[in-house]
């Protein structure tokens, strides 16, 4: 009988049925998805770590080096595991020719490396370590994918030709926002071009526990050891390497959890409807003496009918659309090796969305227990009017028309019906905003200052030189006198040593000199402006256990300095453990100098840089532009495009539960659409009353719609823009876009699919349902 | 007197394939204005058929009526709502009311259909109207708040806010009991006194009673009619023309 019930009811709504299972299939599918993903991401970043033994604490480092020094201290230290120094041999851009041209513009610091013998391993593209013989070189695979190198081409590096061997994976240095991009040759030929460019170090341990890895740190900088570059972490390693990918996954499960909250209006609406409809039959049903629980499982069987077969059909669509999606995953990191669990994680998504739905309509089923028997035979409806849409009256109406009355006097009545609609509506909303701010707010020229990085037009890096104090002042000298420049600050960096909360010492990376000129947005407090400020960046903060208005004493000068903290920022550069003072301190080493410029004229960017990279040939020179585009670039296209899909994927969802909600109404008001034709009232005027229940419900779930994604979704992106070390930051909103262009693309869709589902309202033949 | 409906040899048929028949086979009625005609028939005979497509809630196969002079079936669906909602009124075995509004609203709903301008005017006449049915307390009322029988009532305020020219009944009384039958028949009469044509399907042969002409329909025919002339309500009038109705009817097979 149940299964006779359920065939009934699904032949007599084929549409609804269809797209309240389409959806359920599509919430299956991303949840399963998003599982997959998350497996497979963290699989394969952990597979590629553990084949290229990627160091857990990394000391880069510009300068002498006394090797006996750092042996005696591995000695001595028991949690190194193993230890060893690499060479990185920075090359200027310029010197790396392509067929297709230099990789002149680029703003990451290309280098040439020999494969290392005990670990932190250069992987070919099945994982294996790779051997280059000479007149090979290995390309980051980055350069291979965006169509800079192609494998079996030849290479000019410092005007040795070499061929192209293939592509190869860097477990630490392979993701954008790494700023430095190794080159695998062989011993001779690193031998041969050594003169070309200058040797930086990468001092690098691995423990024999992860855990004891800020006991190192602490006893790394206690030794006074090399230390002029970053310090570059495991843990921040894994990050980076998760980061785009990571994106993608936060994206995809934002996006399903809004389409499972779709599928839930959908069953919701459709079933308050069916029981509506039967009002009547439940009455009978429960005066027979049948037993609600009996009554129930006819209901229920039909949903659990379309969650099994939605989840079935969604879990099926994973399989084939998790390919291209791994595809990323599985060039830049390969295969992960818990991928046979993925399925398994999958399926159990799968089975968690079908029993949420079975719970979910159970607990709707639960008003059966209020439905009075006598009451529903008698009227065939529920009596509940809402007191407020009492006071809502024709004849004490004097400003609406009669068909916009009926609308929203509709809307009023049957508001448990409609809030379906108005959820659905405020998430469409809230998808198609969201994204839009926040490709906006990424891709604004203000939003680098989110980053550690002020609001300039060029910067011009001297690093890796001798002599930086002497060049910086040179490039200063010149500037100064340059009438193109409107304003310009040097900024030294530094590493001292800093005091923590527990008393241990803590080197940090600290940028000195005017910071009010450039400033950042700080999530909290100020830039510095005493040479007894410090402003920390949010991981330096979190390592010293300080906050603003803290007292940290730093090293300044050989003597102990109490700086007060007065902002803390986000960075993600050079392992996101910076700072940033107003003081200056000649005693300690120039790790490199940046040179910030602001033109007076922002076009002449392009025509100043290349003019700076001649003039000053030691520096590096790259328009801000340029390096957003590089660094940010990709991240923020695919934003872009993201947020484009959703919003065309939103208009679709709108369109559709408009257009179902319009047909399930229509068929509902049968009866009402005939008394009102056979009193006097046109297809238009029906027609009318539907498009104004839909618009009312439209314009409030617009209107809650960007109030959510401007608070909550402010709130959501900040969580995915903390991926990339921005602590807090506000929106930025393109009122055109959000308060004008979408509700205008929501009502159009909203309209139309009203239109199209009213269809029907025309062809209900007042003699035929006036007479049933 | 002018004609107010002229049915000519109008045809219907429902079903499909052979299963199709037609439910009204030919059949041709002229109506006067001011008349009160009854259609009586047994069941399936064609009698709500037959009302519908007078009243242009029905499409015909073949044949024409003409309402007011006019043709119905050359009328777009918007016109044909026009000439339902300015020359005509409903009322329909069950009460077909909006559960949305209240009792006064869904009287009203018709004419505030043109405009707000006059709806001062409109609710006055509403009310005129319910006090006229015995129904005033009722006005603020949800309609799940009142009696059969004084549904029925609502309906006819509703079918008369209009000043309709026919009023159209499908068995008004079906659904009630006989004091409410009683007193919903007295209301139609007063209303067919002022001059409205009435056009009723009735079993009731008490209903039947009261109308100038009574048409007996059988399978989708015309199979005869019974004119009483007016009826002036005294007891020993309705005794006498239910005697003769029911002769009559007999004669018919009914």
């Excluded at chain 1, 193109?484 to 600290?510: H, M, N, P, Q, Y």
């Amino acid at each position: 009988m149940v299964f006779r019930a359920v065939r009934n009811d699904v032949l007599r709504s084929k549409a609804i049925t269809l797209i309240t299972t389409l959806f359920v299939a599509a919430a299956t599918m991303l949840v399963a998805l998003a599982a997959v993903l998350v497996v497979n991401l963290a699989g394969a970043i952990d597979t590629m770590m553990t084949r290229a033994k990627t160091p857990h604490f990394m000391q880069m480092h510009a300068g002498d080096l006394d090797r006996a020094r750092l042996a005696a201290f591995v000695r001595q230290n028991e949690d190194v595991a193993e230890f060893q120094v690499l060479e990185f041999l920075n090359l200027d851009g310029s010197q790396f020719v392509f067929g297709g041209g230099s990789l002149a513009g680029s703003v990451q610091d290309n280098g040439l490396s020999v494969q290392s013998e005990r670990f932190d391993f250069l992987l070919d593209l099945d994982g294996n370590v790779i051997h280059a013989a000479d007149g090979h070189i290995y390309v980051p695979i980055t350069y291979v994918q965006d169509g800079t190198a192609r494998v079996g081409d030849t290479v000019s590096v410092a005007g040795m030709p070499m061929a192209i061997a293939g592509p190869l994976r860097d477990s630490q240095m392979q993701p954008l926002l790494s700023s430095s991009k190794r080159f695998l040759v062989s011993s001779n030929d690193f031998a041969a071009l050594e003169r070309f460019g200058s040797v930086e170090y990468l001092i690098e341990f691995r423990l024999h526990d992860l855990a004891a890895l800020g006991a190192f740190g602490t006893a790394y900088v206690a030794a006074g050891l090399e230390a002029n570059g970053p310090t570059i972490t495991y843990p921040f390693f894994r990050v980076i390497n998760g980061l785009s990918d990571g994106l993608m996954i936060a994206v995809i499960l934002l996006i399903s959890v809004l389409v499972i909250a779709i599928a839930f209006s959908c069953i919701r609406f459709t079933l308050l409807a069916k029981i509506e409809d039967d009002y009547r039959e439940i009455g009978v049903m429960k005066a027979i003496g049948m037993r609600v629980s009996d009554i129930k499982r006819i209901y229920l069987a039909k949903y659990a009918a379309i969650a099994a077969v939605g989840s079935l059909v969604g879990y099926g669509l994973s399989f084939f659309l998790q390919e291209p999606l791994l595809a990323n995953i599985r060039l830049y990191m390969g295969e992960s090796e818990g991928a046979s669990l993925a399925p398994v994680l999958g399926l159990i998504g799968v089975v968690l969305v079908f029993l949420a739905i079975s719970a979910f309509v159970h607990a709707a089923l639960g008003r059966f227990h209020r439905i009075p028997a006598a009451e529903a035979i008698r009227f065939g409806a529920s009596q509940e009017a809402p007191s407020a849409s009492r006071r809502f009256r024709l004849s004490a109406n004097h400003r609406l028309g009669a068909n916009t009355f009926l609308g929203l006097k509709d809307v009023l009545v049957r508001r448990k019906l409609f809030s379906t609609m108005l959820v659905v509506l405020v998430l469409t909303a809230f998808i198609i905003i969201m994204p839009r701010s926040l490709h906006n707010t990424i891709a604004s020229k203000s939003f680098i200052t989110y980053m550690g990085v002020g609001d300039i037009d060029l910067r011009i890096d001297v690093q890796q030189t001798d002599g930086i104090s002497a060049k910086t002042a040179e490039i200063a000298a010149s500037l100064e006198r340059d009438g193109a420049v409107s304003r310009f600050v040097v900024l030294t960096t530094k590493a001292l040593e800093a005091l923590s909360s527990d008393g241990s010492k803590v080197r940090i990376v600290v940028e000195l000199g005017d910071h009010s000129v450039f400033p950042l947005t700080y999530s909290a407090g100020r830039a510095p402006t005493t040479d007894h400020d410090i402003a920390l960046s949010a991981l330096s903060a979190a390592e010293l256990g300080k906050k603003v208005g803290d007292v940290v004493p730093v090293m300044v000068e050989g003597q102990a300095r109490d700086l007060t903290v007065s902002g803390i920022y986000s960075d993600v550069t050079n392992g996101g453990k910076t700072a940033k003072a107003a003081l200056a301190d000649d005693g300690a080493d120039t790790m490199w100098s940046a040179v910030g410029v602001e033109l007076s004229d922002a076009t002449l960017v392009g025509e100043k840089a290349r003019e700076y990279a001649s003039r000053f040939s030691f520096a590096k020179v790259s328009s801000m532009d340029d390096f957003v585009a590089q660094t940010y670039g990709p991240t923020i296209s695919a934003v872009g495009t993201a947020s484009f899909a959703s919003t065309g994927v939103a208009l679709i969802i709108t369109a559709l539960i408009t257009l179902l909600f319009m047909r399930m109404l229509i068929a509902k008001d049968r009866t009402t659409i005939a008394v009102l034709k056979s009193i006097g009232f046109t297809n238009a005027d029906i027609k009318t009353q539907y498009v104004v229940r839909s618009v009312s419900v439209l314009a409030l779930g617009v209107l809650l719609g960007t109030v959510l994604a401007n608070t909550l979704g402010e709130s959501l992106a900040g969580a995915v823009i903390a991926m990339f070390g921005a602590t807090s930051f506000a929106f930025v909103v393109n009122p055109l876009e959000a308060y004008l262009i979408a509700p205008a693309l929501m009502a159009l869709s909203v309209l139309l699919a009203s239109v199209f589902g009213t269809l029907d309202a025309g062809k209900i033949q007042v003699s035929e349902s006036i007479r049933e | 007197m002018g004609k107010i409906i002229v049915a000519d040899n109008i045809v219907k048929s429902f079903g499909v394939g052979r299963e199709r028949r037609n439910v009204l086979d030919g059949v041709s009625v002229d109506i006067d204005e001011g008349e009160f005609v009854a259609i009586m028939g047994p069941s399936g005979s064609g009698k709500t058929t037959l009302l519908f497509a007078l009243s242009g809630m029905d499409t015909v196969d073949a044949g024409s009526v003409v309402f007011d002079g006019v043709e119905l079936s050359r009328l777009s669906d918007d016109a044909l709502a026009d000439v339902r909602r300015r020359k005509m009124g409903f009322v329909f075995q069950q009460p077909t009311l909006l559960r949305n509004l209240n009792v006064l609203d869904n009287i009203i709903l018709p004419s505030v259909r043109d405009g707000r301008k006059d709806a001062g005017r409109i609710s006055e006449k509403a009310r005129a109207l319910m006090k006229m049915t015995g129904i005033e307390e009722l006005e603020t009322r949800g309609v799940s708040q009142a009696s059969g029988g004084q549904l029925q009532r609502v309906g006819i305020c509703r079918a008369l806010m209009g000043d309709p020219k026919v009023i159209f009944g499908d068995e008004p009384t079906g659904a009630l009991n006989s004091t409410s039958a009683n007193e919903i028949m007295a209301l139609l009469a007063d209303v067919h006194h002022t001059g409205t044509t009435m056009v009723l399907v009735t079993h009731d042969v008490r209903v039947a009673t009261k109308a100038e002409r009574v048409l007996f329909i059988f399978d989708g025919k015309i199979a005869g009619a019974h004119v009483a002339g007016r009826c002036d309500a005294s007891r020993e009038d309705l005794r006498a023309r239910e005697g003769a109705l029911v002769g009559w009817l007999t004669e018919k097979g009914f």
